[in-house]
């Protein structure tokens, strides 16, 4: 998988050379990404942090260097669970 994964990710690379780049995937796959970024190997795949559905992950991505910005966020939903309890009927 992580070389399907390292595949793409060098083909939108290429293609995007300038500005920001959604990508949206599933946790697997954005869990491979992280390590990739990390330098880490495929091993860790199933170590913490778990990456919930509609998690946010947010990378920098640098010729010299990445920056992991954000890992598996789920703040959004922490939110709007208190909205949804806090409206008044």
Same mark, same amino acid.
């Given at each position: 998988?992580?070389?399907?994964? +390292? /595949? =793409?990710?060098?083909?939108?690379? &290429?293609?995007?050379?300038?500005?920001? %780049? +959604? !990508?949206?995937?599933?946790?697997? =796959?954005? &869990?491979?990404? %992280?390590? !990739?970024? &990390?330098?880490?190997?495929?091993? /860790? +795949?199933?170590? #913490? #942090?778990?990456? $919930?559905?509609?998690?946010?992950? %947010?990378?920098?991505?640098?010729?010299?260097?990445?920056? @992991?910005?954000?890992?598996?966020?789920?703040? $959004?939903?922490?939110?709007?669970?208190?909205? &949804? @309890?806090?409206?008044?009927?």
């Amino acid at each position: 998988m992580k070389e399907r994964v +390292l /595949k =793409v990710l060098k083909r939108i690379q &290429k293609e995007h050379q300038l500005g920001n %780049i +959604l !990508i949206v995937t599933h946790s697997i =796959v954005i &869990k491979c990404l %992280i390590l !990739i970024f &990390k330098g880490l190997s495929m091993d /860790k +795949l199933w170590d #913490p #942090p778990y990456i $919930h559905d509609t998690s946010l992950t %947010i990378v920098e991505l640098d010729k010299e260097k990445n920056r @992991n910005v954000l890992e598996g966020d789920i703040s $959004h939903r922490v939110t709007m669970m208190r909205k &949804k @309890n806090s409206v008044n009927i």
